[in-house]
C-alpha cells in the first residue's frame, strides 16, 4: 500500500463546482421543461373538457336513458332467471 506523493496531492485536490455556462444552461432547460408542463396541463384540460361536452350530449339524448334501463333490467332477468 505504498502510494505516490503525485497520486496523494490529486486525491487531496478539492473537485471543481460547475462552470458557468454549465449553471446557465442547467437554469435555461429548466425553464424549457416548465414550458412544457403548462402546454401539457393545457393539453389535458382540453380532452378534458372534450370528453365532458361528449358525455353530457349522450346522456341528455332521449333514447340513452331508455338503452340503458332496458340493458339493466335483461341484467336482472338473466340474473334472476339463474337463482332456483
Not at 432547460?29 to 373538457?49: K, N, P, Q
Amino acid at each position: 500500500m505504498n502510494t505516490t506523493t503525485t497520486e496523494m496531492a490529486v486525491a487531496a485536490r478539492p473537485c471543481p463546482g460547475p462552470s458557468k455556462k454549465q449553471l446557465v444552461k442547467a437554469k435555461a432547460r429548466e425553464l424549457a421543461e416548465r414550458g412544457m408542463a403548462t402546454a401539457e396541463y393545457a393539453v389535458g384540460i382540453l380532452a378534458a373538457v372534450a370528453l365532458a361536452l361528449v358525455l353530457i350530449k349522450v346522456f341528455n339524448a332521449g333514447g340513452f336513458i331508455d338503452t340503458i334501463f332496458k340493458l339493466i333490467g335483461s341484467i336482472f332477468d338473466k340474473i334472476l332467471g339463474w337463482l332456483p
